[in-house]
């Protein structure tokens, strides 16, 4: 069946590390995102990123749609970094839908 | 700034009483979506809408029900909540076409008594 996967499932890191969370799916896509789940449950749009490589600041993203992967880079960590991590895939055959992964919690201790 | 807005952020209920959750956005988009969320798991789509099309999924309890009297609105209806349906309540927009993006709601967070 479709599958989304996160990896690592946590995560805790102290100040100022980098990381790196991996996404990997079943299927051709269509869409992928990911999100941040910051404390009070809020969904925030990190990137809309199908294919290619995009860069926010301490934050860029890559996504390998051949290989099926896509992977967060986080560097430069900040306490406010701390959260949930999704990536959300749409299926190309998947009637605008997103499949969440399960996600990636992230401690970043002071 | 253009938004999803979700009201109440905080609904309680009583175990059988009908609640109904709110969602208005001013994005202009086609597509309109429920999630429900619970403790440590992802998101899990209950509905959405193209336009007025309503599609349900497959294991969507029919405790729950949607309206759309507009573009705008997009409603959600617990017909008799049970301890079960606490969770965290998300609505989402994306434009119309095949590959846009979804823009989400801050959530609206329910407690059954």
């Known amino acids: 069946g479709i599958q989304v996967e996160q990896s690592p499932p946590d995560l805790i890191l102290q100040e100022g590390a980098n990381s790196t969370l991996r996404c990997n799916f079943s299927?051709?896509?269509?869409?992928l995102q990911w999100f941040h789940q910051n404390p009070w449950g809020q969904l925030i749009n990190l990137f809309y990123?199908?294919?290619g490589t995009k860069q926010n600041g301490r934050l860029s993203a890559t996504t390998v749609a051949t290989e099926r992967y896509s992977l967060l880079y986080i560097s430069s960590s900040q306490t406010t970094d701390s959260g949930v991590y999704f990536c959300?895939?749409?299926?190309?055959?998947?009637?605008?839908?997103?499949?969440f992964g399960t996600g990636t919690r992230l401690t970043i201790i002071p | 700034d253009a938004m999803v807005i979700q009201n109440p952020r905080y609904q309680v209920t009583q175990f059988g009483k009908p609640v109904t959750l709110s969602c208005s956005q001013t994005l202009n988009h086609n597509v309109m979506y429920w999630y429900q969320q619970k403790s440590s798991q992802a998101p899990k789509l209950l509905f959405h809408y193209y336009d007025k099309d309503f599609n349900n999924e497959a294991d969507t309890p029919d405790n729950f029900q949607s309206r759309r009297p507009n573009t705008s609105f997009c409603f959600l209806d617990i017909r008799s909540p049970g301890l079960g349906d606490a969770a965290m309540y998300l609505c989402?927009?994306?434009?119309?076409?095949?590959?846009?993006?979804?823009?989400f709601g801050p959530g609206t967070r329910l407690t059954v008594l």
């Open positions: 959300a895939v749409g299926f190309l055959f998947g009637n605008e839908k997103l499949t």
């Open positions: 299927d051709s896509v269509n869409n």
């Open positions: 990123i199908p294919s």
């Open positions: 989402a927009t994306r434009g119309g076409g095949p590959y846009n993006e979804q823009f």
